[in-house]
């Protein structure tokens, strides 16, 4: 029987809080953009940000920050031109690598956007402000951030393992970039078969491709690879904007966190509940589809979804049993 303790409850929250924060972000700078008061509101809203994570500890400001880091940074000028892409992947990389190497590059990543936002580049309308805009308040974060990493604040908040093939952390963010690479590849593979006539065949073999990239690694990179693919996934209808579509995502988000730091049995849990959520009717962007790698065909959704359930399954049940032996023998 699962037992959810007061540690259980303050970690839930602050995911929830993060999650939340972050998206709330998003909605006030799109909102600034569309009522064209964006300039006006750049050092506010980087004042704001920082005010947001200021109070969190350590460890859990340091994943507040790359998870802010990866989506606000990497999604204002997605679909603008190709070069986005290029961005898309150096944000990631700075992110993963700020929880699982130096703070650092989470510091360095704010500071270096500002010469990305200077790049021209055609924009609608409601953006023309954006780059000054995104400038004045990538300068404020970049500064917190140098300031809080300069006086040790986050030194002991960078995630370790106990692998030995992740004890370094060149290891650790190459295991990072490999398991980035998967995801891209995932995402490529569903945007390339969802619209075709074989999408539902081929989203089983999709999944099982999956799990074979993820097989050789050690059980901690595993792990971590499917408390964020999980929580990917749950976001994968919720950049609709629909109220009930973002509270499924923050379901899938704490089952998510809970098979990490309680018991792996709800990955499983999350995905099988998450395919049948594929068949309730909707309207789908093809173009978000695209970037975001879900099926356009519910039933492939709902294959591809309950394949990796299985795995989870069984992946969760080898987990409990090494647990379980360990503890037998200590």
């Given at each position: 029987?699962?037992?959810?303790?007061?540690?259980?409850?303050?970690?839930?929250?602050?995911?929830?809080?993060?999650?939340?924060?972050?998206?709330?972000?998003?909605?006030?700078?799109?909102?600034?953009?569309?009522?064209?008061?964006?300039?006006?509101?750049?050092?506010?809203?980087?004042?704001?940000?920082?005010?947001?994570?200021?109070?969190?500890?350590?460890?859990?400001?340091?994943?507040?920050?790359?998870?802010?880091?990866?989506?606000?940074?990497?999604s204002?000028?997605?679909?603008?031109?190709?070069?986005?892409?290029?961005?898309?992947?150096?944000?990631?990389?700075?992110?993963?690598?700020?929880?699982?190497?130096?703070?650092?590059f989470?510091?360095?990543?704010?500071?270096?956007?500002?010469?990305?936002?200077?790049?021209p580049?055609?924009?609608?309308?409601?953006?023309?402000?954006?780059?000054?805009?995104?400038?004045?308040?990538?300068?404020?974060?970049?500064?917190?951030?140098?300031?809080?990493?300069?006086?040790?604040f986050?030194?002991?908040?960078?995630?370790?393992?106990?692998?030995?093939?992740?004890?370094?952390?060149?290891?650790?963010?190459?295991?990072?970039?490999?398991?980035?690479i998967?995801?891209?590849?995932?995402?490529?593979?569903?945007?390339?078969?969802?619209?075709?006539?074989?999408?539902?065949w081929?989203?089983?073999?999709?999944?099982?491709?999956?799990?074979?990239?993820?097989?050789?690694?050690?059980?901690?990179?595993?792990?971590?690879?499917?408390?964020?693919?999980?929580?990917?996934?749950?976001?994968?209808?919720?950049?609709?904007?629909?109220?009930?579509?973002?509270?499924?995502?923050?379901?899938?988000?704490?089952?998510?966190?809970?098979?990490?730091?309680?018991?792996?049995?709800?990955?499983?849990?999350?995905?099988?509940?998450?395919?049948?959520?594929?068949?309730?009717?909707?309207?789908?962007?093809?173009?978000?589809?695209?970037?975001?790698?879900?099926?356009?065909?519910?039933?492939?959704?709902?294959?591809?979804?309950l394949?990796?359930?299985?795995?989870?399954?069984?992946?969760?049940?080898?987990?409990?049993?090494?647990?379980?032996?360990?503890?037998?023998?200590?």
């Amino acid at each position: 029987m699962l037992k959810i303790g007061k540690s259980d409850l303050t970690t839930i929250f602050y995911v929830l809080y993060i999650a939340v924060a972050t998206l709330g972000v998003s909605y006030a700078i799109g909102f600034a953009t569309t009522y064209d008061v964006l300039l006006l509101a750049a050092l506010p809203l980087g004042v704001v940000i920082v005010a947001v994570f200021f109070w969190l500890p350590p460890r859990v400001q340091l994943v507040g920050w790359a998870v802010a880091t990866g989506w606000l940074l990497s999604s204002v000028y997605l679909g603008s031109s190709d070069y986005e892409l290029v961005a898309l992947v150096v944000v990631m990389l700075a992110a993963i690598a700020g929880v699982v190497w130096s703070p650092w590059f989470l510091a360095a990543i704010w500071f270096l956007h500002p010469v990305w936002d200077l790049i021209p580049r055609e924009l609608p309308d409601p953006m023309h402000d954006l780059p000054l805009a995104c400038l004045i308040y990538d300068l404020v974060i970049a500064l917190y951030l140098a300031w809080r990493t300069r006086k040790g604040f986050f030194d002991d908040a960078v995630a370790k393992s106990s692998a030995r093939m992740l004890g370094s952390g060149w290891a650790r963010t190459l295991v990072a970039i490999y398991l980035v690479i998967v995801v891209v590849v995932e995402i490529l593979a569903v945007g390339t078969l969802t619209m075709t006539d074989a999408a539902v065949w081929a989203s089983a073999l999709v999944g099982v491709g999956l799990i074979a990239l993820l097989f050789w690694l050690p059980k901690d990179a595993q792990r971590v690879y499917w408390v964020a693919f999980t929580a990917w996934m749950g976001m994968n209808f919720a950049h609709s904007g629909d109220l009930l579509e973002i509270a499924v995502f923050l379901a899938v988000v704490v089952l998510a966190v809970l098979g990490f730091t309680k018991n792996p049995y709800l990955w499983s849990v999350a995905w099988a509940l998450h395919a049948v959520w594929y068949l309730v009717p909707r309207e789908h962007n093809m173009q978000m589809a695209m970037l975001m790698g879900h099926w356009m065909q519910p039933v492939a959704g709902l294959i591809f979804e309950l394949v990796i359930a299985a795995w989870l399954f069984f992946f969760a049940r080898r987990i409990n049993s090494e647990k379980a032996l360990a503890a037998q023998q200590s």
